[in-house]
């Protein structure tokens, strides 16, 4: 069996060889404009991808067939891991993380260079050499500090098993999709590296990376969305957002990217925000670096982090601070020819809100990145442990929050360039007064939580402003299309990265909806239970029947019975558990859950009695949960839909785009 470690030992040292080579030949095709040795740097690319690609395949096989020679496969599978958890054990620990990062960076750069194989001449080999400078690290982090083939003798009779928290569907998808929109966002930030490089800082980098830019964005998001809803399906503490340090690493980039995504727009029209756009797109990919630096370090406590080492944390600060130093010196290089003759013509236009989202996005990112760092800094500054907890977060990033709601109705509706005192009262009076009614609306219908009340009314603002901008455009286009339906659906096919935008706006919108209710009117009781007695919470009441237990392949299970009832009406039967694990001294909680689209009723099962005879529970409503999910729905829909061509006349990347 120790062959295949020493095959997986091979992969990552001749794809680093290949790597260094590839970027000489990159810098060479670049530097004589050679065509051969920019084909020879492509070629090398895919020789990587295939070379990593037998790598992943070999680490899989031996998580598969319980092939305990591997030490990464004896830390992190057992023989009675299920199968599904086997196989995603491949990103469940710190070197398997490392080999799927590569593999998907690999598999990118692959991509990239066959699709723009015939085009963008002059930047692709400065694209290549940069991807390859990336795959150059994370193999020798893998081969010097964190290696997935390393063996074992002797060779143990079965392994430690993956994780207990770590088995639950979510684990499928929750880490690729994360990592997907990490590894993604190398793309925008190496086309940006070889504009300039190169010295085209035109839009068409811009351009050619639009789409590689919102599916990054997307799968960060739907990394996101995922990893709230294992928290809520596994952790057992009724909540999906702790602002735990790892949760904050992966919202950074997302913050970055969704402020670049929106002044891209900008600078497509109007040429401007070319220092902005750039220092963005750095700032994102840098910041996808510090959150793997995070998770990978060790250096921060996260139910979330791996077990790291002091050599790959020091790498990949050291990493960190290359990348930035490399890409800021360039962009200071570069300043002189980053001027747009274009400026702003007015506070109020859409360029200025577009302008006003970026600053507050980047307050966000400011605040949520000082908030994760203080306790690092109040250790080696004073020598004292601090903490901050989610006060500090909630309280900051509020009014945040509340702008950037009302942005994202004003942002479609006001007029670019200068915005007219009559461009205002038409666009904005309709939505105003569906805001002031749901403000006065909402009050009636129980909700008096100030902040709930504010978020409620700026939904409905915004909500209000993307169906006005829908009627008036299906309108429009009566006259040619016909009735209401097909002049819709013909409106939409010409513009679909502005309507799909339509779309991921609402669907933001129902999660901070979904946010709001849980946050402002979530109530809990714990009560120990005898057979036949029940306990009350809101309109629910959830009876308590006995208990079950079962051996199962690689834990115990003590399942408990319970009957809920809604207004005295039986509505479901709830099963939650306590997990024994051989390896864990504390067993693990898996709660049951009752969704619907007005609340979800959690059920926890506590301690119980060794006879059966009675439970310890505790048990939560929580309000408008599922819109959070929901709302991840209509985001994708959204984007995908945006990712769809135009229907309409292909434009040359100088001409202005809506």
């Known amino acids: 069996m120790s062959g295949t470690g020493v095959v997986g030992n091979w992969t990552l040292l001749l794809g680093l060889g290949l790597s260094l080579y590839g970027m000489f030949a990159a810098w060479l095709g670049a530097r004589r ?34 092939d ?38 690999a598999g990118f750069s692959a991509w990239v260079v066959f699709l723009y194989r015939t085009r963008h001449p002059v930047l692709l080999p400065h694209v290549t050499g940069v991807l390859l400078g990336l795959s150059t690290f994370f193999l020798g982090l893998m081969i010097f500090f964190g290696n997935p083939f390393e063996l074992l003798n002797p060779i143990p009779a079965d392994g430690r098993g993956l994780n207990p928290l770590l088995e639950n569907p979510g684990m499928a998808f929750h880490p690729p999709a994360l990592y997907l929109g990490y590894v993604g966002f190398t793309i925008p930030y190496a086309f940006a590296m070889a504009a300039l490089l190169t010295g085209k800082l035109d839009a068409e980098w811009i351009v050619t990376t639009r789409r590689w830019t919102l599916t990054a964005w997307y799968f960060l998001s739907l990394g996101i969305l995922f990893g709230a809803w294992w928290s809520y399906q596994v952790l057992g503490w009724g909540g999906y957002w702790a602002w735990d340090p790892v949760e904050n690493a992966s919202f950074l980039p997302w913050l970055t990217g969704t402020a670049f995504l929106h002044s891209v727009m900008i600078q497509e029209r109007r040429g401007m925000l070319k220092v902005w756009n750039l220092s963005l797109v750095i700032l994102t990919f840098a910041l996808t670096l510090f959150g793997t630096f995070l998770t990978r370090s060790g250096i921060l406590s996260s139910v979330h982090a791996f077990a790291g080492s002091p050599g790959i944390g020091t790498s990949f600060l050291a990493f960190i601070a290359l990348v930035l130093l490399i890409s800021f010196g360039l962009l200071a290089m570069r300043s002189d020819r980053l001027k747009s003759p274009a400026e702003l013509d007015s506070l109020v236009s859409r360029e200025a809100a577009f302008v006003l989202n970026n600053v507050i996005l980047l307050a966000a990112t400011f605040s949520v990145f000082f908030g994760t760092i203080y306790p690092l800094l109040s250790e080696a500054l004073r020598g004292v442990k601090a903490s901050v907890g989610a006060p500090y977060f909630n309280r900051v990033n509020f009014p945040i929050l509340l702008l950037l709601l009302l942005l994202m109705g004003v942002g479609p509706l006001i007029a670019w360039r200068r915005a007219s005192a009559d461009n205002l009262r038409r666009n904005f009076l309709a939505p105003a007064l569906a805001a002031l009614g749901t403000g006065l609306l909402v009050p009636l219908l129980g909700f008096r939580n100030p902040q709930v009340v504010l978020i409620l009314v700026l939904s409905a603002f915004v909500v209000a402003a993307v169906v006005l901008d829908l009627v008036r455009g299906v309108r429009a286009r009566r006259a040619t299309d016909g009735g209401p339906l097909k002049a819709l659906r013909a409106l939409m096919a010409r513009n679909r990265r502005r309507y799909g935008g339509f779309i991921v706006h609402l669907g933001v919108v129902v999660i901070f909806i979904g946010i709001a209710g849980s946050a402002g009117y979530g109530q809990q009781v714990e009560q120990i239970l005898a057979r036949g007695e029940s306990l009350h919470v809101g309109r629910y009441r959830v009876q308590f029947e006995g208990f079950s237990a079962a051996e199962e ?106």
Do not use: C, M
């Not at 492509?42 to 070999?58: D, M, N």
């Not at 009675?80 to 990062?101: I, M, N, V």
């Not at 009675?614 to 819109?627: I, M, S």
């Open 33 to 66: 404009q050679s065509s051969p040795w920019a084909a020879s740097a492509r070629t090398t690319v895919l020789g990587v991808f295939l070379l990593v690609t037998v790598g992943v395949a070999i680490l899989e096989w031996a998580l598969l067939t319980d």
């Open 553 to 658: 392949s690689n834990h115990f299970r003590v399942t408990g019975a319970f009957t809920l009832f809604n207004d005295n009406e039986q509505v479901a039967r709830l099963e939650p558990a306590k997990l024994f694990y051989p390896r864990d001294q504390q067993p693990i909680a898996k709660v049951a859950i009752r969704s619907t689209w007005r609340d979800d009723f959690y059920l926890i099962l506590g301690d119980f009695a060794k006879d059966g005879s009675n439970a310890t529970v505790k048990a939560l409503v929580n309000p408008l949960v599922g819109w959070i999910w929901w709302g991840g729905g209509i985001v994708t829909l959204g984007t995908l839909y945006a990712l769809l061509p135009d229907r309409r006349r292909k434009r040359t990347p100088g001409q202005a785009r809506q």
């Open 68 to 105: 305990f020679s591997f030490r990464y496969v004896a830390l992190n599978s057992s023989r009675g891991t299920p199968l599904l958890y086997k196989a995603s054990a491949l990103w469940g620990a710190l070197e398997g993380s490392l080999l799927l990062w590569e593999w998907l960076l």
